[in-house]
Nanobody, 123 residues
Framework: VQLVESGGGSVQAGGSLRLSCVAS????????MGWYRQAPGRSYELVAS????????NYGDFVKGRFTISRDDTQNALFLQMNSLDPEDTAVYYC?????????????????WGQGTQVTVSS
């Protein structure tokens, strides 16, 4: 699976951005997709994820209703609408896809990552 993100940029506090991620390759096997971010000096954290089976969504606690994850299966695309951006949201945002497989010993997960897109929010 290959993932290509776009839509990052610079915005003032309170503004909005929409991130996009287009997947190619064995997309039919993807179980879950999501967005993670990494700010300077901080570890990766989950922003939002969505399951391909039932479209159930999960958000990081810091999102607080400001972001919305969605997908368009016809385009193999994943989106993240970010509103009410805060300088604390400044980070590199990464698209993630997970393929879950089963072997005799149990299940496994293969993770795939995009190259990342920079989001900068100024005060």
């Amino acid at each position: 699976v290959q993932l290509v993100e776009s839509g990052g940029g610079s915005v003032q506090a309170g503004g909005s951005l929409r991130l996009s991620c287009v997947a190619s390759g064995t997309t039919d096997s993807i179980s879950r997709m999501g967005w993670y971010r990494q700010a300077p000096g901080r570890s990766y954290e989950l922003v939002a994820s969505i399951r391909t089976g039932d479209s159930s969504k999960n958000y990081g606690d810091f999102v607080k209703g400001r972001f919305t994850i969605s997908r368009d299966d016809t385009q193999n695309a994943l989106f993240l609408q970010m509103n009410s951006l805060d300088p604390e949201d400044t980070a590199v945002y990464y698209c993630n896809a997970v393929i879950v497989g089963a072997v005799e010993a149990g299940t496994y997960e293969n993770n795939y990552w995009g190259q990342g897109t920079q989001v900068t929010v100024s005060s």
